[in-house]
T-cell receptor, first 110, second 111 residues
Framework: EDQVTQSPEALRLQEGESSSLNCSYTVSGLRGLFWYRQDPGKGPEFLFTLYSAGEEKEKERLKATLTKKESFLHITAPKPEDSATYLCAVQGNGDYKLSFGAGTTVTVRA | DSGVTQTPKHLITATGQRVTLRCSPRSGDLSVYWYQQSLDQGLQFLIQYYNGEERAKGNILERFSAQQFPDLHSELNLSSLELGDSALYFC??????????FGPGTRLTVL
């Protein structure tokens, strides 16, 4: 069974204070690793897909990287509007479903 | 806006009752997925339909069922509701395998 562990559970940052979120995964054959952002009471919003170790994707202040066992989401110079829960999910070869981690809740103070 | 729509936004009902949640996928997407999100379990995959046929099942209770119609919209039916079924229910859609786009969710409260 696919396993996804995210750390830390919560992260409080000052505006402009860069940091990284971790996603460790176990899957029998990774087809893709996905990052989503979720605001309270809303549906997850797709951010990135990573397919192979060494791959990196960037969008504004967010950068996602992938190794064979984990992925990192780097937040550079965050702003209060980056406050959200960030979810990591994996999709195994032969699967359509996504298996999600519990998420990291990021709070950015002005 | 992901392009996935869900109705209703909120649903309050009593134990033992039956409800139906509706989802319309993004235009062109043939796959529809249902997920349940509760505080203690996180986002859990329930079931997937592809072009009208059931493709995959997760930990979906026997009291729950779903279908996808010829116009590709999907319905999730929850029956004999229990307090523990209170959760956010999300629908997602995709073209094939890969990134899934989520709707705004239906918040179900069972009293």
């Amino acid at each position: 069974e696919d396993q996804v562990t995210q750390s830390p559970e919560a992260l409080r940052l000052q505006e402009g204070e860069s940091s990284s979120l971790n996603c460790s995964y176990t899957v029998s054959g990774l087809r893709g690793l996905f990052w989503y952002r979720q605001d309270p009471g809303k549906g997850p919003e797709f951010l990135f897909t990573l397919y192979s170790a060494g791959e990196e994707k960037e969008k504004e202040r967010l950068k996602a990287t992938l190794t064979k066992k984990e992925s990192f989401l780097h937040i550079t110079a965050p702003k209060p509007e980056d406050s959200a829960t960030y979810l990591c999910a994996v999709q195994g070869n032969g699967d359509y479903k996504l298996s999600f981690g519990a998420g990291t809740t990021v709070t950015v103070r002005a | 806006d992901s392009g996935v729509t869900q109705t209703p936004k909120h649903l309050i009902t009593a134990t033992g009752q039956r409800v139906t949640l509706r989802c319309s996928p993004r235009s062109g997407d043939l796959s529809v997925y249902w997920y349940q999100q509760s505080l203690d379990q996180g986002l859990q995959f329930l079931i997937q339909y592809y072009n009208g046929e059931e493709r995959a099942k997760g930990n979906i209770l026997e009291r729950f069922s779903a279908q996808q119609f010829p116009d590709l919209h999907s319905e999730l039916n929850l029956s004999s509701l229990e307090l523990g079924d209170s959760a956010l229910y999300f629908c997602a859609s995709s073209v094939g395998r890969g990134e899934q786009f989520f709707g705004p969710g239906t918040r179900l409260t069972v009293l």
